[in-house]
């Protein structure tokens, strides 16, 4: 007998209220609203308040994914937070959602970084955990303040990122909707084009006064996008062929929301046309993990995904790591 259907159940979203636009970042640094705009495709991203967390982000995207699944905190018995910006080191960002939430002490909690495809690499973990039989409803989600780690003098990178949680339930499926199958990859030969380097434990972060560095991201902007090209492309067309499914099967494709462009590559190397994709980075930027759960939430309630539709989703990130996911509805 084959392992139990397991599928996303539940889906919800949370983005801080203030925004931050390109005019108000011309003001901060060299840069324009015309050039991020045609460079990019967007437009605005959402910034953290000063005391909000990374949990309390993701416990609020959780709040809305537990209602619209039906469920109860008390059946969660998993919780994967996909992030690069948790609350500390440790302990786990996973655990303070759990807290917040108020959810049993039984729920396994961790945190899993994988970067901006951390929550395919969190969808894949927690849909084999959940298919070993010994857990129930899983919380996955994406979750990223990516505002405390970018250098706000530094044009070519903080013009790009944004602050925000998306967050699904897993669970037994309850009719044909289900996880049809995952698909992740790695390349660490190509660790240093897109990094935050410093975490205070490397002896090479320490200063003569024993301060931490402040950390902040590096990107090597162009191999970057190249590599998201082929990679993204790469990890569609073989979950697609891995499940017999030509690339017109898919309804909806949930992409990472990293940059306009990027995305019209891979819709014109697939033969896609850019309706087929669900694309809302003109408003959040690069959420990072967040991206794609934050996608998915707004493209179901927004009627873009349907009962009975097939997506897929294709990430992309520092590692470098890259996957997909398809899921029917
Ligand atoms: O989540 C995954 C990680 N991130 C990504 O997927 C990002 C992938 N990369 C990209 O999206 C693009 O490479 C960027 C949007 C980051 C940059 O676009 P680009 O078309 O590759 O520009 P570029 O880096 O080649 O820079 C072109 C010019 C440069 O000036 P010069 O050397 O031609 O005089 C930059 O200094 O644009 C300049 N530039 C800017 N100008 C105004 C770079 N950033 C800015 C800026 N405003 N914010």
């Known amino acids: 007998m084959g392992s139990p259907a397991i599928a996303i159940l539940g889906t919800g979203s949370y983005a801080p209220a203030r925004t931050l636009t390109n005019d108000d970042l011309s003001k901060l640094v060299d840069t324009s609203n ?8 967007i437009r605005e991203r959402h910034i953290a308040a000063k005391d909000e967390t990374t949990s309390q982000m993701a416990a609020a995207a959780a709040r809305i994914a537990i209602a619209d699944a039906g469920i109860t905190t008390a059946d969660i018995d998993l919780i994967i937070v996909a992030t690069v910006t948790p609350d500390m080191a440790m302990p786990s960002t996973a655990c303070f959602v759990q807290n917040h939430l108020g959810a049993p002490g039984h729920a396994a909690c961790f945190d899993l970084n994988a970067a901006c495809s951390g929550f395919i690499y969190a969808l894949d973990t927690a849909w084999a955990m ?6 129930r409803y899983a919380l996955v989600i994406g979750a990223e ?7 706000w ?3 070519t990178t903080c013009v790009l990122f944004g602050d925000g949680a998306g967050a699904v339930v897993l669970g037994p499926a309850r009719g044909t909707a289900q996880i049809i199958g995952t698909k992740l990859y790695a390349e660490g030969a190509h660790a240093d084009l897109l990094c935050i380097p410093e975490t205070g434990c490397s002896p090479s972060d320490q200063t003569p006064g024993g301060l931490r560095k402040q950390p902040t991201i590096t990107m090597k902007g162009r191999e970057i996008f190249k590599n998201a090209v082929r990679e993204m ?16 099967a898919i309804d909806c494709v949930i992409p990472h929301q990293a940059n ?3 995305i019209a590559s891979i819709g014109q190397h697939l033969k896609l046309p850019p309706e087929r994709f669900f694309v809302n980075l003109e408003r959040y930027g690069n959420t990072s993990a967040a991206s794609i759960p934050l996608a998915l939430d707004e493209a179901r309630s927004t009627g873009r995904i349907k009962p009975g539709d097939t997506t897929l989703m ?7 790591t890259y996957g997909s996911a398809l899921v029917r509805w």
Do not use: C, K, N
């Not at 959940?130 to 857990?135: D, F, T, V």
């Not at 303040?145 to 250098?151: A, E, I, K, P």
């Not at 492309?233 to 017109?248: D, F, G, K, W, Y």
């Open 145 to 151: 303040r990516m505002s405390t780690v970018l250098d």
């Open 130 to 135: 959940l298919g070993s039989g010994r857990y």
């Open 314 to 320: 294709v990430a992309f990130g520092a590692g470098l």
């Open 153 to 155: 003098t530094d044009r």
């Open 260 to 262: 306009l462009r990027i």
């Open 233 to 248: 492309e790469q990890a569609a067309r073989e979950i697609l062929h891995q499940h017999h499914l030509e690339p017109s």
């Open 34 to 41: 015309e050039w991020i705009f045609s460079r990019t495709g």
